[in-house]
Nanobody, 126 residues
């Protein structure tokens, strides 16, 4: 079992920055990919960024490339998402996810992950 807890959400102005954290506890040994997703009002859950814990490879959805950075602190089992140059289109609930059972799904598919956090709200005002 793994437990994920996000923090760091909040309200910022257009152009502002936030850093989200996702602390993992429980059985964290066999983790393959970790990712951040978001879900805006009336929208489907969208993959934002992914980090492969074994290779360090990262991936981003096009709309956040150059603005968001995913990273991890392995010692503390914490995943981060540094978000810069935020705009109102980034407003959403942000969720972290972890894959502990290898799946054939692409990183941006929610089905690839079997553990999820409860989410943290990010609101960007113009």
């Amino acid at each position: 079992q793994m437990h994920l807890v996000e923090s760091g959400g909040g309200s910022v102005q257009d152009g502002g920055s936030l850093r989200l954290s996702c602390a993992a506890s429980g059985n964290t040994v066999s983790t393959y990919r970790r990712a951040w997703f978001r879900q805006g009002p009336g929208k489907e859950r969208e993959g934002v960024a992914m980090l492969d814990t074994a290779t360090g490879i990262t991936a981003y959805t096009d709309s956040v490339k150059g603005r968001f950075t995913i990273s991890q602190d392995s010692a503390n089992n914490t995943l981060y998402l540094q978000m810069n140059s935020l705009n109102p289109e980034d407003t959403a609930a942000y969720y972290c996810a972890a894959e502990t059972l290898r799946s054939p799904f692409n990183w941006y598919s929610p089905g690839a992950y079997n553990y999820w956090g409860q989410g943290t709200q990010v609101t960007v005002s113009s």
